[in-house]
């Protein structure tokens, strides 16, 4: 037990030493410091990741709720008028009229435009009532009425007008587009 006691007085005394040795410093530990700094790093870039994300979210958010207002609003126009036209002829010189009308409406602002235009709607119109006739009256008739009363919103969605009017009313098309 004699060699037990210097040992354990040793030990106290070594303890104490060390204690009072780091109880007596007030400088931060720089090991403390750089880890501190590195956290204040991490949860920065962490915060950084998370406001880009609920950027790009709120972004594609406000793009799905565009698109899906635009679509609403396609179909809003794309409709039939309340009377129909008897020959299909008819129905498809009246969309093709349509839209020429259209294309002066929004597109043709400039005399340079219009004088463009002049010299290529010949041959779009002519493709048009090509197109049209391959469809029905309905069809026809949709598409006439969707480029009458199309708000300048739907401006740039011609070609989708005139798919929606092809959707909805060619032969079958109202069953396929009430199962969606």
Known sequence: MTKAIPTL???????SLTLGACQGSNEPDPADAALA????????AIDSIKQRKAKREAEQAAKKKAAEEKTALVDSVSILPKKLPKKLKKACDAAASAQDTFMLKYFMKSEEKKAQWEQAKTTQLGMAKKECMKHNIKVA?????ALTTAPEALKKELPTMLRRCIEKFSDGGEAKVAAK
């Open 9 to 15: 007085v040793a030990s106290a005394l070594l303890a």
């Open 37 to 44: 700094e590195a956290e204040a790093k991490k949860k920065a």
């Open 141 to 145: 008739a949709c598409q006439h009425n």
